[in-house]
């Protein structure tokens, strides 16, 4: 991995002053939004000093009803890769089943160059059946093919966008002197895969991956974390070479009891009770700090937030407090 990319994704290394840097990436979800209030929020959270800004790429609405508004992820942060100018952008995760391979790394190389080198491919074997049912696209057999499907098509990625010409005939895909150009402005464009299957997504991570994504408990994602290792270790892998990192969702007040009134109306806006099966850290910068601690210590460096419409201004504004605490 070239340097300009370690910088930007991950900077898992000690900081100039011996202090362990941790990143915070703004997951925008696209669903019950104006495209008004999505780019000020993710030029709001630049302005606020967080290092990536990235979306959703679903073609109806997933949480809540399914008929509701969504915009598409990545024409989305192509136009906020315009609008910006330092957070990482990229996609959390792309849906592996709705593009051909090639296809998805001349995305990942036009974003690149949008966005002059800040690019993220981010990838993952893709659930949501509805959306494939709606626009007549091919869902596979089942969660096992999907994920055989993934594996070949990022090892495909990875060679297009490191810049081989070359013929493929597998199991899924087939190329016939294929080629990207131009190259992306990354000399190493960095691959993050999202997801926790032990047999076969975290098996792709360890042959493929620059980055990885999760969520869930302290426990599960350091069981998680094992197995990778053991992935890393039959393929002759570093683990240290792949950047970990993990989402919640967060809403930042000094009162516990307004953060939770906040997070209800954030979740009644888009038709839901939550946002998910994960850990919701809401509270003071002190307590969020103190939750996200023992996933940091596991070598989760990157703390994704989740942030539905309508975006939490106060969140977005006050997350440089949990990095202060995190740094304290």
Not at 25 to 37: D, H, I, K, N, V
Not at 152 to 178: C, I, K, P, T
Not at 192 to 198: A, I, Q, S, T, Y
Request: charged share 25%.
């Amino acid at each position: 991995m070239d340097d300009r990319t370690r910088d930007r994704l991950s900077r898992l290394a000690d900081g100039e002053h011996g202090a362990l840097e941790v990143r915070f990436g703004a997951q925008l979800w696209s669903q019950a939004t104006s495209w008004e209030g999505f780019l000020a929020a993710a030029v709001a959270a630049e302005d606020a000093g967080w290092d990536g800004v990235w979306t959703w790429d679903h073609l109806h609405a997933i949480f809540g009803p399914w008929e509701q508004p969504i915009f598409e992820g990545w024409l989305a942060m192509t136009a906020v890769a315009a609008r910006t100018h330092r957070v990482t952008v990229g996609l959390m995760v792309g849906a592996n089943t709705l593009r051909n391979p090639g296809h998805t790394a001349k995305l990942a190389a036009t974003l690149d160059h949008v966005s002059n080198g800040r690019a993220v491919l981010g990838i993952g074997g893709a659930w949501f059946a509805r959306e494939h049912e709606a626009f007549g696209i091919d869902f596979g057999a089942s969660m096992g093919e999907r994920l055989d499907r993934l594996d070949e098509a990022v090892g495909l990625m990875r060679r297009l966008l490191d810049g081989e010409r070359f013929d493929h005939d597998g199991r899924f895909y087939r190329f016939s002197d294929a080629l990207v150009a131009p190259r992306p402005i990354q000399a190493h464009l960095p691959i993050l895969v999202g997801g926790g299957g032990p047999r076969k997504t975290l098996r792709t991570v360890a042959r493929w991956a620059d980055a990885w994504n999760t969520n869930g408990s302290v426990e599960e994602i350091a069981a998680r974390d094992v197995i990778l290792r053991e992935h890393c270790a039959a393929v002759g892998r570093d683990p240290a070479d792949i950047s970990r990192t993990v989402s919640f969702p967060i809403v930042i007040r000094d009162d516990p009891a307004d953060a939770g009134r906040a997070f209800r109306d954030i979740c009644n806006r888009n038709g839901t009770p939550d946002m998910g099966p994960v850990p919701t850290l809401l509270g003071p910068p002190e307590r969020v700090a103190a939750a996200i601690r023992p996933y940091v210590a596991l070598g989760f460096r990157t703390i994704i937030v989740r942030l539905p419409s309508p975006f939490d201004a106060e969140t977005i504004a006050r997350m440089g407090e949990v990095r202060e605490a995190l740094a304290g």
